[in-house]
């Protein structure tokens, strides 16, 4: 262990870090917070063990929405002014209105293929939302798949065959999908074509090689800055795993800008504010055993 941590601190020397000073707790009480998103001025999160989609307006957090069994993972607007919630649990997309009411569900795409295991959304220039499935994992089967929901509402199936598709975010450009794969550390990229197909898939970092095999990494949500910075969050499998907390920052090379260390180990999944000035941080204390109690953060970029 001492030469584990010896090693981290040759490592991360060089690299900024966050200030524990700076970090903020804007709600001491969620229950598995996962797949933040700044929308009009508030700050939507899903509760996974509670399943809320709750809100934070600046002052205090309330919950907007329920659904028993639901299981979400992330929240995210439509250009409709609707919500569309990853159930990771029923398998399907929950569909909301802008009041909080119930709109069916999505729970197959165009051709008939189900949604297993729905994780986290990343918005299109078009209107248009890509949607990572995680399959079966954690397993040996690679069965994830990448989903795009059009503006008209209709879903196609554009990649299979990922290992836990996980966190997913599109370049500012629009060229470029990356696509999380938890259980091999890594991230993913593909091109996006005209139409929103996906082509030219390669590995784009791998978590445990930015760091130099110090730990396994696994690596959960990913988000994209105005600058074109790339944050990469983590859930680690133990609490007191080197690095545990750590959100880390990469250019568009897949090169390590920073870090960010939060007092939590799990830092899966983020929000940037919509100045990119401000990260809201998802985290949770326990890793492994619900009600997976945690906290939601906010601290700032640099």
């Known amino acids: 262990m001492k030469k584990i941590l010896a090693l981290l601190v040759v490592l991360l020397s060089a690299v900024p870090h966050a200030h524990a000073a700076d970090v903020k707790v804007l709600n001491p009480d969620v229950h598995f917070a996962e797949g933040p998103v700044w929308y009009q001025e508030r700050l939507y999160y899903v509760e996974y063990d509670r399943n809320t989609v709750d809100v934070w307006d600046g002052r205090k957090n309330a ?3 329920t659904k028993k069994g639901c299981g979400p993972s992330a929240v995210i607007p439509t250009a409709r002014g609707e919500f569309l919630v990853t159930c990771y649990d029923s398998n399907s997309l929950g569909h909301i209105a802008r009041d909080g009411k119930d709109l069916p569900p ?15 959304f990343a918005p299109d ?8 499935c995680s399959g079966t994992a954690p397993g040996p089967a690679i069965d994830g798949k990448v989903f795009y929901l059009a ?9 299979v065959n990922v290992h836990s598709a996980n966190g997913i975010a599109v370049s500012n450009d629009g060229k470029i999908l990356y696509v999380i794969e938890t259980e091999v550390h890594r991230l993913i990229q593909f091109r996006i074509a005209a139409d929103g197909a996906l082509s030219d898939r390669r590995v784009f970092v791998n978590l445990d090689d930015l760091t130099h095999n110090v730990t396994p ?3 959960d949500g990913v ?13 680690p499998r133990d609490v007191h795993a080197p690095l545990a907390g750590t959100i880390f920052v990469v250019n568009a090379a897949g090169e390590l800008l920073r870090t960010l260390k939060l007092p939590s180990p799990g830092v899966p999944n ?6 990119g000035q401000t990260l809201y941080v998802a985290a949770l204390d326990a890793v492994d055993k619900s009600p997976y109690p945690g906290k939601l953060y906010s601290l700032p970029t640099h």
């Open 151 to 159: 503006a008209n509402g209709s879903i196609t199936q554009e990649a």
């Open 106 to 120: 999505y729970t197959h795409d165009k051709d008939g293929n189900a949604l297993v295991g729905p994780n986290d």
């Open 125 to 132: 220039q078009h209107g248009g939302i890509y949607f990572t």
């Open 217 to 219: 990494l696994y690596p």
């Open 63 to 65: 919950v907007f929405w």
């Open 270 to 275: 983020f929000a940037l504010s919509p100045d």
């Open 223 to 235: 988000k994209i800055s105005k600058a074109g910075e790339i944050y990469i969050g983590q859930n």
